[in-house]
């Protein structure tokens, strides 16, 4: 008998039975029409911060699901590779824009996006945004001085002090619209 032949019935594993993994595999949906719009909305929204484009795939799927939903959901409805899902979730629990959610009867860990919408985006603006604003503010001084000593024209240096008070105006507004999270 030929063990290369293609006509053979598939081997079955030495006990006879199929592995639990194997069994357990699920076919995941495709995104509806509506899902994939409002993950586009979230990637355009993430883009303007510099956040990737599976960050905001996973949270608008956590966000458009009554039911929260775990880690094996997320890879096959997002059709993304297991680090891709990793590191979106960790990042998102990371700005606490997610949750972490126990089912009954399920051992996986399942995922749901915060209650609030408002407080997530604060909280992403925050830790996004802000320090960039802060870090900007001596290098702008810096590169003004540096400017005024080495002789640079007088309209370079009016736009690089515009582009400092800009920032210095950025930083006032940010922490009026962005208030810091309460202590609970």
């Known amino acids: 008998m030929n063990i290369w032949s293609p006509h053979q019935a598939p081997m079955k594993p030495p006990s006879g039975k199929v592995s ?34 599976s960050i905001a795939e996973i949270y608008a799927l956590l966000y458009l699901s009554a039911k929260p939903i775990d880690f094996d959901t997320i890879q096959g409805r997002l059709m993304m590779s297991k680090g891709s899902v990793s590191q979106g979730l960790r990042f998102l629990r990371s700005q606490g824009m997610i949750l972490s959610a126990k089912l009954a009867g399920s051992r996986r860990e399942h995922w749901r996006p915060t209650p609030s919408l408002a407080v997530s985006l604060v909280n992403l603006l925050r830790s996004q945004f802000l320090p960039s604003l802060e870090k900007s503010k001596p290098l702008l001084q810096a590169v003004l001085q540096a400017s005024r000593s080495s002789g640079v024209s007088s309209e370079v240096i009016e736009r690089i002090t515009r582009l400092q008070q800009w920032n210095s105006r950025a930083l006032e507004l940010s922490e009026l619209l962005l208030p810091p999270p309460k202590a609970d």
């Open 20 to 53: 639990k993994k194997s069994a357990t595999k699920v076919a995941h949906s495709p995104l509806a029409p509506h899902e994939r719009e409002l993950a586009e909305y979230f990637v355009q929204m993430a883009s303007i911060l510099g956040i990737q484009r």
